[in-house]
């Protein structure tokens, strides 16, 4: 974790427990903002800029990223896309299924379907 700018212990470990409760669970907090407000982190521009300096995105960028990764697995197991929407908060399939298409390059149909079509493997 390399930073351009040197932050004080206080921002680094913030902005990892940010991180670290967008990895737990990314669906409890539907903005970025509402969970800086719950962590009490310092100024949001500096824990923004600091986030982003460790890992590279902006903060909401990387909560939509690991809710697309989790709807991944979700799809997966069987839960219905419609369901995914809503819990990943885009307010239409539509939208949820571009987001999955974009950062996947499958649509979340396709993804399903491999899954219900892949040979399983006998015992």
Known sequence: MLTTRP???YVLLAVESIKLHIDKDPFQYQKSSDLLDHLCTPHRNVAEQAFK???GCRIKEYQVKQRLNMAKKFLEEGMSKKILADKC???SLSAFSTAFKKKFGISPTA???SFRN???AKT
């Open 111 to 113: 993804w399903e379907n």
């Open 89 to 91: 908060y885009y307010g």
């Open 7 to 9: 932050y004080s212990n």
């Open 53 to 55: 300096a460790m890992y």
């Open 118 to 120: 892949a040979p399983t």
